[in-house]
Structure formats: C-alpha cells, structure tokens
C-alpha cells in the first residue's frame, strides 16, 4: 500500500477539503483528515488525529501535515502514544497545508517512501519561498543541481498547452526552473509565469533542476521541449506563421483598417461587449482558512471540468492549477475567495497583457475566461455573452475561446476586437467555425454609436461603418452569396462522392476530440478515417485508466452515430510527447521506440487502451490500427494483442463489440515497399502520408532546413505510392490516405487515380475535396508515374 498521509488543521472543513483536493490527484493514497474538535468546534484533536494515523498508516508509514503550530504539539503527542516500530514510520512536515498535501499525494501515489513522501512536501515550501526542514536527513538528501541548455524548436515556442505540459512533467520529488541569458529563472511550475516570459522558436534557454529526481526531470523537461511539443513547424490554420506587431488602427472617412483574425463577410448592428469586471467586491469578516478551503475545492472542480473540454479546455485547466496564481489569490483571502481569486486573476492578465509578446497578450483572455470558470464554481457568475445576439458585429477587448461559439450559438455575425492576434485561441476557434473576426481596432470605434450598421471583412481586416445603403447592400448579397456556396458545399457533401466516370471515394475526417468529432459531422465526413487518440491523453495530468479511455471514447463515437471510425492506438514519441509518459527524444525519436514499438515495449498500456476501445465499440463501428509497422511480426503482435483483449473483456463478461477489421498505418518506406508481407494479417493500411514523405526523403518534420524536401509530389513518394498500392490491389487490402496529401485538391484526385478509395482529412476540408471529386474523371487503369 502506498504511503499514507493525515491532515491536521484547526478547521474540520479545512482539514476535509485540502484531503478531498489531495485524493483528487492520488486516489490510490490513504489521505485522512483530522480537523477541529470531537465536537466540531475550532482546535485539534489528540483522539481524531490518532484515529487518522491508524487508518492512514497501512505498514509503510504515514505523512502528517499540519496548519498552525498548536497543531504540531498536537500532532507530536498522538504520535508519541504509538508503538515504537510505528513512530518510526511516521513523518511530521512543516510545509504549505494545501500544497503540501497534493505534492506529498502525487509523490505516495507513485510510490515513493515514506521519507520521499515527505521531502515532496519540503519541495513544495521550497518552490512556495519556504525552507526545507533544516538538519533533517531527508531533506538535507533532496538537494541534487543539474542545468541543461536546449533549444525551443516549434515556432510558436511555450504558450499555455507547451508550457501545461512542463509544468506535469516535473514531478513530485524535482523543482525545474526556466531562464534566457540575463534574466532571473522562473519555477516552470507556474504556467502563467512561462508564459508571460514569451519563450518563442529559436530561443535557447537554461534548465535548472533540484530535488531528489533532478536528472530525470530535466531529461522529461528537456525531451518536452526538443520534441517541439508535436507542433514544431506549425501554425495556427490559416494564420501567419508568427504574428508581428499590431497596427495602429485608426478610422479614416468610415473605413477602418486593422488586422485580418477570421476570413469571412457581415454586414450588422455594431454592439459592444461589456467587460469582464475588473475586482469583485471584498466579504467583510471572512476566516482566510474556510475561503481557502472553498477555493480549493473551486478550483478542483472547474480544472475537473475543464479537463474534459478538449484541447482548450485542458490549456485553462493548467491555468487554474497555477501555483504562482493561487499564491496571489491565497494573499487576499481575508476578502473571501471570490475578490481574491479574481483580483489574482485579473493581476495575471494584466502582466500578461503588458508583456510586450503578442502571443503573451493573446493569452490574457484565456486567463480571464478560466478564471471565471472558478468563479462560477464559487456562485460568482461573471458571464458577458448576451442570450441573444442576433444580426450584431460584436465590439470587444478581446474574447475567450470559449464565447466565441456562444456568440454564435447567439445569432453574432462576427467581431471586432480592440486586442487580439492571430495565434490568440479564441482566433484559431472562429477560423474552425468560420466566424469572420476583425483584430488589433484598439479604440477607434469606441465612439461610434452603439446599433450603426458596419460591413466587417475579416480576409482583409476592414471594418466599413455606416456605408451608403447601396454599399451595404452589395456586401449583403457578397456575404450572402458566400454562406449560400458554403452552405451548399456542405449539403452536397452530406451524400457520399462518387466521381463523374462512377468510381466511389469514402471522404473521411481526421479527429482527436469531440469538438472535433461534431465538426466532422457538420461538414459531411462519410467516416473518421483516423481518431488520434494520443490528443485524448497528451494534455492531462496523470495516464487515464481504462474507465476513463473508454468513456473518453464512447462521447466521441456517440456523435459520430453508425459513420465507421478507425481508431488508431497511442502513438507515442516522435514529434507526439506525453509527458504522464517515459518518452523522450533520444529512446522515442523519430527512428526509435515509437508508436507500435514503445506500446509492445509497455504490454499493459496497449491491453487496457485495446480493452478501452472495444468497450466502448459496443453499439459502434469501429476498425483498429496500429502506428508505425515496419515488418509483419509487429502486425501479427498487435493482431494478438486485439484478440487477447477482446478475449479477457469476454471472459469478464463486459460488454463490448469486435473491431470490423484491424489495420496498419504505412508510414515506413520498408512497409510500403514490401507491403505484400501484410497479406492475411493486416485488413486495411492507412497511409499517413507526413511521416512517409519524411522518411522517404530523410528530412525530419521539425527542422526548417529541410521542410523543402518535405514534398508530397515528389516522384519518389509517387512511386512508392504506386508500389504500395499495386500490391495492396494484388493482395485484396484497402488503401486510405490520412495525410495532409488527401486534402490537397492537387493530390487528392492523383490518389484515387492510383486506387486509394478513402482520403481522410481535417473536417474544414471535406466539403471542397467532395465537390472536387464528384467532377473528377478516373480513366480506367490510371496510374500518375
């Protein structure tokens, strides 16, 4: 059993919510309370505490934890009445009561021992401006220096998802600091501090590390942020690869130009947005201890809540885990947790706002809008979304991601904000729900009279105000004529394609959430053609267990309905780090232990990810595939290990339904080349056509200097291409494409030409690759090289 830990504090709901919010992290762990009296009356208790320590203490010791000092006698007392071999097992620490409950919890769920468990919650007074305890041998043991120096590699460098990802990676038993040349490191356990330091592609910053587990991680920490977080080499959809300054944005003759957010047309009322408030009002008489553990449990609730929410949502869950955060808002408690939290929250969007980084700037919304979601777990609503919203151009600071589908949902045509950036995620959601966004106004349409019609052209970032009625009008019937072809394309691509010489195509999304899975549905997808289920676990705080995969799972399958879906099994390393797992660059990189490879090295979590998903199959389609075969004894391995799967969920009695068929991903060039090996194993492959291409052409998807190489019309990748699907054709298997290649309206009708019958693709793309290919001709026997 692990360790075991007993909270002691004067308050009995103090003593119960920090245990609450501690078991939340580490639900393997004994974690008793013992606060107040036997009576319920303020004070410690010397029969509570023992009773606590009898049950927490399970044979390998027990961590106590207490509040104020009065509580320490207390506390030595009942563990002077025990048994000599169990006084010896116990741990009395002076640290933080809330932080140190969930650093000492992480640690024992882990498994650490006792004196482990209790330098965890030293570390945690450490990392809060507290002290080890001096003179005592387990803390004097923890001190263990290491730096490391390493580059940023993805463009956009560590804005909140990156810098969320650290913060989980460090563990309980290590503090990891962050810094460039000339500057003071930062604990990379406060995301918000990372953040605002605006680290960006291309810098080279300093690791520092100390705590029993430095060296490991920073090895985590450094293999994080050398792997580019899975983004390397990216950006935003339809955004600049870096956002440059804002302009100075002006309105000359009733034209103003600003910044293009979100391509789009509308004509409407222009309406401001109130903001959101700047304090709330402080409680008189409020007892900083109860505020504290109410805030504890806000907090809980809404990062729980918000874990849930997809990859934005789990980007503002680590938001509100902040450590540097909580610090400024336990500061003020003696104002109740409402005033303090928001008063630490609108600090922290300030600091961020005046950074200097535009892409700093841009998460100061995401501050705001995950702060409110703790204050509405505290019954402080601060909502600023109007129930009804219909035919307005919404004027505003700046916008969470979260409202932006509420504007819609609301009957807003589109906004315009004062802030903003193109990499902002309120930005890259309009994009995805073509909801045409104007940014960088600043204040040049504060005096326009709120209810004037504008014309908003989020393509070039103009907003007309007050046009002549005949130019309204021509841009009613351009926005008009617009929605109707995207609304057409979208209807036409509800019915399946069949090309004009009568060749079926499947036209497939690829998926990693539910949002995206309704998107996929909006959009006319036949089918999920890859559902990436590494999205699913990359940004949360501790590996998911098989209940929460299959249930993950199952809200993803429910929106699809009987559409067919193929899921693909973690695909671990690479460019795809997951920081509650041991991946790292050197081991897991790109020519390593990586997708089918790590999972045969880690049995139990391909069993119980496989048991996850034919549980929640039931009542599905759904087809498995495994990530980087290279050679037909992985594909029988993972062929077994779906069999053994559905075999123990039969034996149990669980309910579940058999994968339709069982496939590879061809993604190795010896795969492609000798694909005919697959025959009688592998049902289908699924081409994903990025990493082919890279390592066809020995160009790595995350380094600039090759990104020229990196050319999917390249003949070499055609006639591999070619060879992998004569013997696919020869041996009776399927070929889908999954890669950017399918969206390519230049490549997607080469594909088919070459027999592939599935393309899989972003769901934005669907509706435009359909009506290509219903004009499509397929001559008989075409072949491109």
Known sequence: MPVGLVIVSHSRDVAVGTAELAGQMAPSVAIRPAGGMDDGAVGTSFEL?????????????AVVLYDLGSALLTAETAVEFLEPDRQGRVRIVDAPLVEGAIAAAVAADGGADVDAVAGAAREAAAAWGGDAAAGDPAADAVPVDATRDVEIVNPLGLHARPAAEVARAVGADARVTVSREGEDPVDVASVLAVVGRAYRGGDRVTLAASGAGAIDALDRVASLIAGGFGEAGDAAPGAPAAAGPAPVSALRDGRLEAAAGSPGLAVGALTPLAGLPDALPAQDGAEPDAERARLDEAVARAAAALDGMGEFGRAHAAIVRDPALRADADAALGGGAAHAWWTAVQHAARTLGGAGDDLAAARAADVREAGAAVLEQLGEAVDRVPGDATGTVILADDLGPAEVPRLVDAGALAAVLRGGSPTAHATIVARGLGFPLVLAAGGALDDVEPGTLVVLDGQDGTVRVDPPRDEAERARVRAGEAEAEAARLREEARR??????????????????VEDARAAVANGADAVGLLRTELLVLDLPEYPDEDRQAADLAAIFDVLGDRPVTVRVLDAGGD????TLDVGPEHNGFLGVRGLRYLMEHPDLLGTQLRAILRAADGHRVSVMAPMVTVRAEAEAFRAAVDDAAASLRDEGVAFAAP???GIMVEVPAAALYADQFAGVADFF??????????????ERTEPGVASLLDPASPA???????????????????????EMAADPDRAVELVARGVRELSMAPARIPAIKSLLREARIPPG???H
Do not use: H, Q
């Not at 399946?496 to 959430?513: E, F, H, K, L, Q």
């Not at 060879?723 to 009776?732: I, S, V």
């Open 782 to 784: 075409a072949s491109v």
């Open 660 to 662: 339709e068929a069982v």
């Open 686 to 699: 699924s081409v994903g056509s990025n990493d082919l291409t890279s390592y066809l052409m020995a160009a």
């Open 496 to 513: 399946p394609v069949v090309t004009a010489d009568g060749t079926p195509v499947v036209v497939a999304a690829n998926i990693g959430s």
């Open 717 to 739: 990748v055609g006639r591999v291409l070619d060879t992998l699907c004569a013997a696919a054709a020869e041996a009776g298997i399927e070929v889908a494409v999954c890669g």
């Open 576 to 579: 795809k780090p997951v920081a």
């Open 49 to 61: 505490i023992a009773a606590a320590l009898d049950e927490a203490d399970a044979g390998d010791g």
